[in-house]
């Protein structure tokens, strides 16, 4: 059984397609697709499931997952246990939320840079579902994802308290007015892609508010979510201080919500592993030790 093989077979199984898990591996849809036809061959059963919207496990492919994930992580953390001397250099790969990507981190960032320069440090940006999949397999060393996570693989530190808030067009000043003037289905839900926790908790407001069946629509990027909520497509739920330091904020409304559906903890997430190698320690006390964190 080939590494490479559980490697791929495990970021198809995170990115839920061929096409994704190209892109994440930067390597040809053939390729991928010849790995997961080899692992199924040599396995003897199917692990997916092919269908109109891409892919999903089979029980033979749960099963094998776990495994995949720890043997992937294993081989980094070896590598890199092996390369570590103590002196914090090298790849650093971090994962985080684009809304605390663009808010929180490039204060972070560029105090770990100047403190550590001879790591090579790299930032891709996900939902939390996906972040937390990538650190268990090991593809990323750590992420900032949304609280609360709880794995038995993973150690989690606090990093950023952040409140959340319903964003709308400008034309709507309050919440009476916005459910008053939308369809009893309520306005369209402005959404990133499943996995995302702030998806999860505006569904969960929109239930409160008696929107079950509201219309939900996809976006990828925060300046486009906020573009369309200016826009009045819809409405999305984001961190405060994300919108209030965008360049739009004079063409959307900030609507307060109870502190239940507000509060949001964002954690700082990495393997439990038996070494911590110097750049992500050099990283995690950097987070500790920085202005913005908790207090935020």
């Not at 198809?12 to 892109?23: D, F, L, N, Q, W």
């Not at 996906?130 to 038995?152: N, Q, T, Y």
């Not at 530190?157 to 939308?182: H, N, P, Q």
Request: charged share 20%.
């Amino acid at each position: 059984m080939e590494l490479s093989d559980l490697q791929t077979f495990a970021a198809v199984a995170r990115t839920g397609g061929i096409t994704r898990a190209a892109e994440e591996l930067n390597t040809v849809q053939s390729n991928v697709t010849q790995r997961v036809k080899a692992l199924e061959a040599e396995i003897g059963t199917p692990l997916f499931e092919r269908h109109s919207r891409g892919m999903s496990l089979t029980g033979a492919g749960k099963r094998l997952l776990p495994y995949a994930q720890r043997m992937t992580a294993l081989s980094r953390e070896a590598v890199l246990a092996a390369r570590d001397d103590g002196e914090p250099k090298g790849p650093l790969a971090i994962g985080s939320m684009e809304t605390t990507a663009a808010v929180r981190l490039p204060p972070l960032l560029a105090d770990f840079h100047r403190r550590f320069p001879a790591v090579r440090l790299s930032l891709r940006t996900a939902t939390t579902a996906d972040l937390v999949a990538s650190v268990l397999e090991g593809a990323l060393d750590g992420a900032f994802v949304a609280g609360p996570v709880a794995h038995p693989d993973l150690v989690a530190t606090s990093a950023f308290r952040e409140e959340l808030v319903l964003v709308s067009a400008r034309c709507w000043t309050g919440l009476a007015e916005l459910r008053a003037g939308t369809p009893e289905s309520g306005p369209t839900a402005l959404v990133f892609r499943t996995g995302c926790t702030y998806r999860q908790r505006l569904e969960q407001i929109f239930i409160d508010f008696g929107w079950p069946s509201a219309t939900r629509f996809e976006l990828g990027t925060l300046d486009g979510m906020i573009g369309c909520v200016a826009a009045d497509m819809g409405v999305t739920l984001l961190p405060r201080a994300v919108v209030e330091r965008s360049a739009m904020i004079g063409s959307v409304s900030i609507h307060a919500l109870s502190p239940a559906q507000a509060r949001v903890e964002t954690l700082f997430v990495q393997r439990r592993a038996g070494h911590q190698y110097s750049a992500l320690g050099g990283f995690v006390s950097c987070l500790k030790g920085h202005d913005e964190v908790i207090a935020a």
